[in-house]
């Protein structure tokens, strides 16, 4: 006589496996991460490269299994270039559910993308503004760009203790006047600290301007050694060109904010000679650099200019956090500050508990229309 199986002891232990199976077979949900920039109008080439870095960075996370399992899932929004367009795409990436945005490209949009942030208590993580508004403050913003009053002091010292430059013009965009102008003021006061001269500073509205010639000429009359020049690529290649046009012949500098290909594109031989500074040397040889432009140019089929570097790194180091806080925006600034030194690309980058960061700086030279490094700062204690 046969026995009947005890279902009542098998029931369970099959239950549990079935649904261990199905546990396998549903796929974690995707951690939304916001990313917001110009992508249309005059400085769309410095935004699509910030966008493209992030979201190379985000397919190498989710090729190597997420955040925990979780796919990174970036949501793109044009900030247009405008404070309209700024607060409207915060505003859009957070109704979706992001845990993050990193943005903007100019100082002026991260501050109104930041009041939309803060209010809505999302974090902003931001590679390129750094304006002092946002200095040593316990709020939702982090950055991996030094502060523009520490470019300016230390940019003024480079050029009054190395270049043969005692009388400086200044001129600046006020469309982006949260980065320009303390630029500008921390570089006159070093500079004139240092015992130089500023002959003249003046503006102008990159959006509204007409007429860059009747400006020149004002700017040249001071007789300067030198002209800064703070401004997008395209700007600064303009003021250079109209510049060489009368003939001046002294020593151009710009701003970090004027590193894409399109200064030399635009430039031409006006630009040859500038010097400028950014946060790293973006034909530097380390290898990871080099790996990573490989990886750009199979990706994209072109070459990566300082913003894809920072959208790389942004969306490393945003990964790395949300690896603390299982993917979750509860606990993410405190997490990302806690690292307190990430390895970028080129060089560590430095994270205070404000979310204030510090790197070494490179001054750059354009020689035969590509930046070459001619000189490194490296971060104050």
Known sequence: MSR????RIFLPVVLAFSLLLLQGCVKKQPIKVGVVAELTGK????GINLRNGIQLAAEEINAAGGVDGHPIKLVIKDDLGTPEGASNAENAVIDEGVVAVIGH?????????????QTRGVL??????????????????????????????????????NQNVSKMAIIYDIDNDTYSAPLA?????TF??????????????????????????????????????I???????????LIRLQGWEGQLFSAPWSQGQDLINYGGDAVEGLLSLNAFFINDSSPALQEFKEKYQERFAEEPVFTSVIGWELMTFLAEALEKTNGESVGLPEALISIKTFHGLVGDIHMDEYGDSSRALYILKIKNHQFESIYKIEPEE
Do not use: C, M, W
Request: a neutral charge; proline letters at 4%.
């Open 124 to 161: 902003l993580f931001s590679g390129t503004a750094s304006s002092s508004f946002f200095n040593q403050k316990n709020d939702l913003f982090i950055r991996t760009e030094p502060s523009n009053e520490y470019f300016g002091q230390q940019f003024a010292k480079y050029i009054r203790k």
């Open 4 to 7: 009947r199986p005890n279902y």
């Open 43 to 46: 400085q769309s080439e410095l």
């Open 192 to 229: 004139t600290n240092l015992g130089g001269s500023i002959t003249v500073q003046t503006s102008f509205s990159g959006s509204n301007t007409k007429d860059f010639a009747s400006i020149i000429t004002s700017l040249l009359i001071s007789k300067p050694d030198g002209v800064f020049i």
């Open 105 to 117: 490209l100019t100082s002026n949009q991260t501050v109104e993308g930041f009041k939309v942030t």
């Open 185 to 189: 003021e921390a570089f006159a006061n």
């Open 231 to 241: 401004a997008s690529p395209i700007n600064t290649a303009t003021i250079a060109q």
